[in-house]
Structures are given as C-alpha cells and as structure tokens.
C-alpha cells in the first residue's frame, strides 16, 4: 500500500496538474490575504473585536474570503485529483499489471485515496499557512491558542470534506470505464450540490411551508427552517455551515435564523461573550460527524466495489 | 345696529373727555386751594433705639405745601452737651435748603459723641431737636427725636431665628432640611454667619431658600428677614433616635441661636447574595439549575414582607421557593432557592437574569449570568455513528481485503 501511496503522491508532485494548482493556490492566498488585511484594518479602527485573526480567514473584502474560496472550489480539487484514479490505469491497461504486482489488490485504492488526502492536505496546509504568513506581515495581529485551535479544526474539516470528493470521485472513476464520464458527474454533483440545492429549498418550502401572511413571524421562521433543513441534504451546505460555525466564536446557533423575544435579546446582549471552542465544536458536533461519516461512507463504498469488480479481464 | 354702535362710541367720547376736564378742573382747584405760605418740616423718626457700634443718621424731611417758593433755614435747638450735630445733603454740611413750591427736600441729621476718641455710643437717652424757618422768620417748625443707646447685650436681641418646623422625623437614609427665617432687626444692613453644631458625624449646610448653591453667609438687610434651608445628613450607620442641632447666625455685632431637633425613625435596607459569592451558574437548555439567594435584613427596622421578582427572557422558568420571605428581623439572614428553567429551544451562550428583592422601603437587584453549554450527549452520539462506520469500513477490509 504505502509503494503505491509513494508512487502516486511521486505522480501528482511530479505532474504539470499540480505545478498549476501551486500556482492557483500562491493566488487565491495572495489575494486574499491582500483583500482581508486591508478590510481587517478597517475594521479595527472601531471597536476591537476579539479573536481577530481568523477575520483574517472570513473577512470577504471585495470578492472572496480563503473560507468562501475552499467551499467553492475545495471540491474541485478533490475531483481533480481522483476523477481518473483507476480508470486511467484501465485506459492505459496497467491495472492488469499493477495487479500481477506482489501487492494486495485493496492497497491500490487504498494507497490512491491516501495519496489524494495527502495532497489535498499539503495543499490546504499550504494556503493557510501562507495566509497565516502574509496576514502576521500586513496586520501584526498574533493568532491566540484558541484561534490556533479553531484554525486546525477548520484545516481537519476541510480535508475532511475535500476528501468526501475525492473519495466520490475516486467512486465514479471505479464505476464508470471513461475519464469524461466519470469526471463529468464528479462535477455535475459538484454543480448541483453547490448551487442547485439551495435554490431548490427554496422552492421546496415555498411548496410545503408557504408563507400566506408575510408579517407572521411563525410562517417565515417555519419556511426558513424547512429550506435550511432540506438544503443540509448538500454536503456544501453542511461543511460552510460548520465551518462558520467554528471559524465565528459569535455564532451561538446552526441555525441562520433565530426567532428571539426582546427579553431574551436584552438578556443575551448583556453579556456579549464569544463562545468558547469546545462550545463551538459542540453546536456544530453533528454536522462535523455528518462530514465525516460521509466521507468514510464513500471511501467504503468505492473500496467495496472495487474489490468486488472483474479487472482481470479487461 | 350700525347707528346704535355709532352712538355708543359717541357717548363713550363725551363721557371721556368730560373725566377729562374734571380732573384738570380738579388739579386748578387744589392749587388754588393752597395757602399762601407753609412749610413742614420733620424729622422721620419720633425716637430710635441703637446699639453701642451703631450710627446716628435720621432724615429730616421738608416740604413746601404753599404757593410761593421758599428758603428754609435749619437751626439745632436742643442737643447733649458733648455730642455733635451736623445737618447734611449728600455729604455736605448745610445751613438750610430751598424748597420750590409744592416740592420737597431730604436732608440728614448725623449726630455723634464730640470726642472723635469714643468710637462707641455712650448708653442713655438723648434728646436732640431741630427748628426749620423761613428766611424771613413768617414761617418755623421744629421737631424732635428721642435716640435711646442700649448696650451690647440688648442689641444682640434684636436678631432672630425662627423655624416653623424645629423638629423633622424620618429614616437614617434621608436629608433633613430645617426652613429658618432669619430676622434683622439691627436697623443695619448686615452680614451673617451661620453655623451649625451637630452631633458627630452627621453634616449640615445652609442654602438659600429654593436655591442649590451652599453659602455659610449671607447679607440681611436691614429690618428684613431671609429664609435659609438648613440640610443636615445623618451619618451612614446612625442609630435611630434623637438628635438636637444649634443653629447659630452671627453678624459683627449681634448674635442669634435656635435649637432644632432630629429623630431618625429606623432605616431599611437587603443585603442580598450567595453562599459562594458566585452570581453565575452553568446549565443546559431546558434543564432547572437552582441557587440559593440569602437575604439579610441590613437596616435598622423589621422587614414583614421579602418578595422576589425576575427579569428574564420569554419562555423561561424562573421559580422561587418560598416565593417570600416574612418578618426579617433586623440583621437577620433567610434563604430562597431560585430555579430556573431555560428555555428548550436558547442559545448556547451567556444569558442575564436579574432578581429584584424586594421589602419594605428597600430593594436589590441582583443579576446572575446563566451560561447554555451545548448538551453533550448528542457529541456521544456523533462519535457512536462514526464508530459504526469506521467498523463497517474495517469489516469491508476484512471480507474484501488481501485478495
């Protein structure tokens, strides 16, 4: 297993693939890092906000934050580097000989998925870490343990996710004999879970949940519930949601709508706190291990088949 | 209608205008009533009283009621041996005034001992006199003033301080404001100091009447009197009982005194707290926490009936038992216990609830910080789902692997 890992992950430092995903992430960091540090100080200049490094991570500027980047385009990533994992080899007739190997037949794909999640996390790790970098330079802001913290539990949720793409990719390409085929619906799940499914929430709730009176604040709460609750069936959804969530310490909730009495809000503004992390991971616990039962699923499913397929006869 | 409103304007012009003539017919009437000649001449005052450090002053007050002008002299007919008489206008010693006809003149008696060594007035009685003539001698009056001179002693009386109110009830928290009327009797305009002597502790200071500034001094004018509030504060710890106050209001030369009169009435006061010391708690949603609050009495007077209140956010519990607390001696400690119920559906996060204590003439309020920690009996289970999967991953192995 760990020749074939070695080989693979020799495969894709060595390919002109990743010398062009280097260049994408020295980019989007640079960019973002550029966009963030001169919003950051904006923002400074009024209240101090606590926490303020991971603003370094969320804050948009004028197009895009590293967050909302790797929500976006993470899953490409995944799908570029697992889309062809073991058809190519079928294309170009090696599997036969990769088998006749001295090597388990399980250690392919498992040494592939390993090499993917091994490059999925040089690149994450990378981009962060050049953020990190860049944002110490142009902001002078030092990061606290529990900033720390929660950066590393977003960099495991993200590597978590990315790989849920990869391993979905790496299950078409066992599926499916042509590379366009299973690219192309590693992309058009990718497509549709990412801007698809919100849309059809909407309209879900709209249909179930219609909102007659639209100064009742308990229709629109229960047609924003039920389009929040059916779009989580998107892993997009799931994994910005709980990023969010770790990423923000102000976020006391999963939900993005709160109905709250004005007690109530009296009440919680007197003592404006951010969370503590464990709290954060706490709210959103069930959605990290979603992520990550979903990701172990389709690696499962993608091991289960292809041990289960005819390879010797193609 | 219209000729009517004519005719009354028409009446109400005749009627004007005859008023009018009247009055100047009138006026014709008193000057052609006066005499020929007269002249009054007076002094303001039949007799005076002073005090040893006063003056002598006394205007001597001349008219002419006659139909001529005429110059009057003044000539001082009866004085004491060794004092001196000057009769004065603005400063400057006259012989005599003239008094146009129908108008009339002012002028100043100032009387003092001859030997300018004596600077106070000798007591005893004084008579002086005066005589006004016309230059032609037709016309004379003359006048007289008793001046009595007492000593030191009796002049001080005649400055008083008189309180309608000399005795205010009330609990150790509040002010006290005793309303003093402050007479001058002196005949002199005058500065007076006041002064208060308390019982220690306590505090006093003097305001004019309806005005905040504080002032230890004030100018009276002669024969006139002000009021000053006097506002005593008890010290913080003050038993209830009597306490007797001296006011006492001094000029240069006279002094006045009252007695004034506090009797503090017991004070209310909670102290309210944990055992701990800690106002905060930690809970999950939906599920009671309680805490014990301990009310101690901290005033002076009993407290029959403790009642708590709380200020919280919609949909939770927050619960008292007992939900009062009677006759809390002074000094004394009971308990309640507070449970309190968030909500089912709160946030995680830091919530403010405040109890407000309340009792007899007293209240406290008192907030705690309830902390909504995440449940973590749904963390368990997301780690039970993962577990699941990893086993069916390694059984997949296990079944599928080394092939």
């Not at chain 1, 994992?85 to 007739?93: D, K, V």
């Not at chain 2, 004491?80 to 003149?105: C, H, L, M, N």
């Amino acid at each position: 297993m760990w020749t074939i890992c070695r080989k693979e992950l020799a495969d894709h430092f060595g390919s002109i693939r990743f010398l062009i995903l280097f260049c994408l992430i020295l980019m989007v960091a640079l960019v973002s890092t550029y966009m963030a540090a001169t919003h950051v100080r904006e923002a400074l200049d009024g209240a101090k906000p606590s926490q303020v490094f991971l603003l370094l991570f969320t804050t948009p500027g004028k197009f895009f934050s590293l967050v909302q980047f790797i929500a976006l385009f993470g899953p490409l990533l995944g799908i570029i580097m697992g889309f062809d994992a073991i058809n190519r080899e079928r294309q170009h007739r090696t599997l036969g000989k990769l088998v006749s190997q001295p090597i388990y037949r399980d250690a392919i794909v498992n040494g592939k998925f390993l090499a993917g999640v091994l490059t999925i996390s040089v690149a994450l790790l990378s981009m962060m870490l050049l953020l990190t970098g860049l944002g110490l330079m142009t902001v002078g802001v030092v990061p606290g343990i529990e900033e720390i913290g929660r950066l590393a539990i977003y960099l495991l949720v993200s590597i978590a996710y990315v790989s849920f793409w990869l391993g979905l990719a790496i299950l078409f390409s066992v599926l499916f004999r042509s590379l366009a085929t299973s690219a192309l619906a590693a992309v058009a799940l990718w497509i549709f879970s990412a801007f698809f499914v919100g849309f059809l929430a909407d309209l879900a709730a709209d249909a179930l949940r219609p909102i007659r009176n639209p100064r009742d604040p308990e229709e629109i709460v229960a047609n924003r519930r039920f389009a929040d609750a059916s779009s989580l069936a998107s892993p997009a959804v799931l994994y910005s949601q709980a990023t969010s969530t770790i990423l923000d310490p102000y976020r006391r909730t999963r939900s993005n709508l709160v109905l709250t009495g004005p007690m109530e809000r009296l009440s919680l503004e007197r003592f404006e706190r951010p969370l503590p992390l464990d709290q954060s991971i706490l709210v959103v616990w069930p959605y990290l291990t979603l992520l990550a039962a979903m990701t172990l699923v389709c690696f499962g499913l993608s091991y289960v088949v292809f041990m289960r397929q005819e390879i010797r006869s193609v | 209608m219209r000729m009517r409103q004519r005719h009354t304007l028409l009446g109400l012009v005749i009627a004007g205008l005859a008023g009018l003539w009247t009055a100047v017919a009138a006026e014709t009437a008193t000057t052609a009533d006066l005499p020929d000649r007269r002249i009054t001449a007076a002094l303001q005052y039949p007799g005076i009283t002073l005090g040893p450090d006063d003056t002598l002053n006394v205007d001597l007050l001349i008219k002419n009621r006659g139909r001529s002008d005429e110059t009057v002299l003044i000539e001082v007919i009866e004085k004491p041996e060794d004092w001196t008489v000057e009769i004065k206008r603005y400063g400057t010693v006259v012989s005599g005034v003239f008094v146009a006809s129908r108008e009339d003149q002012t002028l100043n008696l100032a009387a003092a001992p001859a030997n300018k060594e004596i600077k106070k007035l000798p007591p005893g009685t004084y008579r002086f006199a005066v005589k006004a003539q016309t230059s032609d001698g037709a016309l004379s009056q003359s006048s007289a003033i008793v001046v009595t001179v007492v000593s030191a002693e009796k002049a001080s009386e005649r400055v008083s301080i008189e309180t309608s109110y000399p005795t205010l009830r009330g609990p150790s928290g509040d002010k006290f404001q005793f309303s003093l009327d402050v007479r001058n009797d002196t005949g002199q305009d005058a500065v007076f100091n006041f002064r208060a002597t308390t019982p220690p502790g306590w505090e006093a200071s003097f305001k004019p009447a309806y005005e905040s500034k504080q002032i230890s001094s004030l100018q009276i004018g002669a024969n006139s009197s002000k009021t000053v509030e006097m506002e005593v504060t008890p010290p913080y710890n003050a038993q209830a009982g009597e306490y007797d106050f001296k006011v006492e209001a001094q000029s240069p030369k006279a002094r006045a005194e009252a007695e004034v009169k506090v009797v503090l009435t017991g004070t209310y006061g909670l102290k309210v707290g944990t055992s701990s010391g800690l106002l905060s708690l930690v809970t999950e949603r939906g599920r009671r926490s309680t805490v014990t609050l301990l009310v101690q009495n901290s005033g002076s007077a009993a407290q029959r009936e403790v009642r708590f209140e709380a200020f919280k956010p919609e949909n939770w519990k927050v619960e008292f038992t007992p939900e009062t607390i009677e006759d809390l001696e002074p000094g004394a400690i009971k308990q309640t216990e507070i449970s309190i119920t968030p909500a089912e559906e709160a946030l995680i996060g830091d919530y403010s609830i405040s109890i407000q204590t309340e009792g007899e003439k007293a209240n406290q309020e008192t907030e705690f910080r309830v902390t909504i920690r995440a449940a973590s009996a749904w963390g368990w289970i997301g780690v039970g789902i993962i577990a699941v999967v990893i086993l069916g991953l390694a059984a997949a192995f296990r079944i599928l692997g080394r092939r």
